[in-house]
């Protein structure tokens, strides 16, 4: 048996009795042993793979930028990144814009605004849109990274990531959303068009938000591991998909309000 068709064998088998993933496991822990972390391949794993819990971190740090490729300097690295968190908390405690008692999601909020020079003059000022899209990100970002540091600079990355790289992307995604729901179910779209529900639905929620505050943390870890790794399109499958599984659900509403509220409010158990 030559190794490729015993890896494949391997793969089926572990897969039956319940082990699935285990040599993906293998391939990615070959590929975080090079000296230099091959971004491209980490990419394509986080793409065709989900994350293993215990390495997600990680990788997600170096494909955000907030870890070079280098294994040798990730810990001074990492040393910098907490003194400037340090820094910046301090810096805001100290003209008493954030207490112990603040929200840690808005201390994030807080500090990616006080180094992006954008910090409003009192926290009682009203939020802005993308203080409401950061904080959404943040909150789901708190319940999947345990360390208060990484899950600072993994949101603020993100975060920045959707606002560059995925600027003059996120605005087409609703169009994209509209013609794969007409490939998968046209009837469905027809009725959402009928409603005029198409120009109302979610869009903010699932697409800027990246479906923070909609879905558990269990499957938006696989999601935005593909989201991390180059591709937002993952955001309009899982829009469509969502529509397909309450199909009959929509289907019944007759009035675009009913439909996004619904939309808006789905049972995150059905998604677990």
Not at 53 to 70: C, D, E, Q, T
Not at 156 to 172: A, E, H, I, M, W
Not at 243 to 264: D, H, P
Request: hydrophobic content about 40%; overall charge neutral; aromatic content about 12%.
């Amino acid at each position: 048996m030559t190794e490729d068709s015993q890896r494949n064998f391997r793969s089926v088998y572990y897969e039956k009795v319940g082990f699935r993933g285990v040599e993906e496991k293998k391939s990615l822990e070959i590929l975080l042993k090079d000296d230099r972390l091959d971004i491209e391949k980490l990419c394509t794993f986080s793409q065709r793979f989900p994350l293993p819990s215990m390495y997600r971190a990680l990788v997600w740090k170096v494909l955000l930028g907030i870890l070079p490729p280098h294994h040798e300097s990730h810990v001074q690295v990492m040393t910098y990144r907490k003194e400037q968190y340090s820094d910046v908390l301090h810096a805001l405690k100290v003209i008493r814009f954030v207490s112990d008692a603040t929200p840690q999601s808005e201390v994030y909020l807080y500090m990616h605004r006080l180094e992006s020079g954008k910090l409003p003059r009192s926290p009682s000022f009203p939020l802005e849109p993308e203080d409401e899209v950061f904080l959404a990100i943040a909150k789901a970002m708190e319940e999947m990274v345990e360390d208060s540091v990484d899950c600072y600079w993994i949101t603020r990355c993100f975060v920045n990531q959707l606002n560059s790289k995925y600027r003059d992307t996120l605005p087409q995604l609703p169009k994209a959303f509209e013609q794969y729901l007409n490939l998968e179910d046209s009837r469905l779209l027809s009725h959402l068009k009928a409603c005029c529900a198409v120009s109302t639905l979610p869009y903010e929620l699932w697409f800027k938000k990246c479906f923070a505050g909609c879905l558990p943390e269990s499957s938006l870890q696989r999601i935005w591991d593909k989201v991390v790794s180059g591709s937002c399109k993952i955001l309009v499958f899982v829009a469509v998909e969502i529509l397909l599984t309450f199909k009959i659900k929509v289907m019944a509403l007759n009035s675009a309000e009913k439909i996004t509220k619904f939309l808006e409010n789905v049972s995150v158990l059905c998604f677990t």
